[in-house]
């Protein structure tokens, strides 16, 4: 059974940096595309960064470009969000979300980890 | 990047009601369509993938359709646990995008 479990979140003040993991269990984790994707409290989804199965091609929304690294470890089966320079509107809920096929077709899910940026 | 615009943003229905979700894209993007359900506080789930394929493990009563830059999602017989917000979201091209999401409601 696929699983992905978010961990890192938490309280933090503007001008700071975090990172947050996704470990995967359940498939061949270096076989597929990964993204984080995000919803600030009572707001919609927001797509954020995407990287493939090797590492070596990523994406970036140009709400979060310079700003925000994704990286992975297949070895440890686990996902990254590098978020430096965190800003009041980055504070929202990060999903990491695997896609069955190609980039973009979000077929599981993490639960979930809360940013929460306040000064 | 490509807009995905949903109607209506909320409705309320009632149980065995036949309900009908809309979205359209600012442009083509040929079949690729997801539909997402979110129940209060969870994670989003993948209904429907390529406009028409339902995801496995999904109900049956669960439909889409359309191409191009129309598509539907349909919900033939509506049961208590349909109370979710839905989205739509384009993964033909970078950024993906997702419509601002509809919320139905159980009367």
């Known amino acids: 059974e696929v699983h992905l479990l978010e961990s890192g979140g938490g309280l933090l003040q503007p001008g700071g940096s975090l990172r947050l993991s996704c470990v995967a269990s359940g498939f061949t984790f270096s076989s597929n595309a990964m993204s984080w994707v995000r919803q600030a409290p009572g707001k919609g989804l927001e797509w954020v960064s995407a990287i493939n199965g090797f590492g070596g091609t990523t994406y970036y929304a140009d709400s979060v470009k310079g700003r925000f690294t994704i990286s992975r470890d297949n070895s440890m089966n686990t996902l990254y969000l590098q978020i430096n320079s965190l800003r009041a509107e980055d504070t929202a809920v990060y999903y990491c979300?695997?896609?069955?096929?190609?980039?973009?077709?979000?077929?599981?899910w993490g639960q979930g980890t809360q940013v929460t940026v306040s000064s | 990047d490509i807009q995905m615009t949903q109607s209506p943003s909320s409705l309320s229905a009632s149980v065995g009601d036949r309900v009908t979700i809309t979205c359209r894209a600012s442009q083509s993007i040929n079949i690729y369509l997801n539909w997402f359900q979110q129940k209060a506080g969870k994670a989003p789930n993948l209904l429907i993938y390529t406009a028409s394929s339902l995801q496995s493990g999904g109900p049956s009563r669960f439909s889409g359709s359309g191409s191009g830059t129309d598509f539907t999602l349909t919900i033939s017989s509506l049961q208590p646990e349909d109370s979710a917000t839905y989205y739509c979201q384009q993964s033909y091209s970078t950024p993906p995008t997702f419509g601002q999401g509809t919320r139905l409601e159980i009367k």
């Open positions: 979300a695997r896609s069955g096929n190609g980039w973009y077709r979000f077929d599981y």
